[in-house]
């Protein structure tokens, strides 16, 4: 799949990549996971596809607002691969590369980061 438009992924939906599947987010393309709480959202299985990010990650708050520092884990990488980074991140989130070879292993958003962490 080349996106080059807009896929709109909705609260617990998943868009699996498995196989020789391979989906580019070109420069125009925007991922738009759809956040209800922090266990509710859509994310992107990446299992053994390959998902090539570029243009947009713009997640879209439907319910309230997650607190500060909220990590929502939207690539889960159960071997598969994440290539390329977004080329801009809105709705006041981050994009966190930092765990694309942790245990279990996932690329995420981190909402309104800030140099404080709040309480769970």
Known sequence: VTND????IGPRALYLLE???AFSNKKDGAIEPQIASKASYGQFAVNS????????LLPGL???R????SEFRLFLLSGG????SFAHVGSRFT????HESAS???VGAIYDKSGKKTKA
Do not use: E, H, R
């Open 5 to 8: 438009g807009t896929v709109k």
């Open 19 to 21: 196989g020789a599947t």
């Open 49 to 56: 596809g390959k998902l090539t990010a570029g243009g947009g």
């Open 62 to 64: 439907i319910g309230a």
């Open 66 to 69: 997650p607190a500060a520092n």
């Open 81 to 84: 691969t994440f290539a390329g």
């Open 95 to 98: 994009a966190d590369y930092s």
């Open 104 to 106: 279990p292993a996932f």
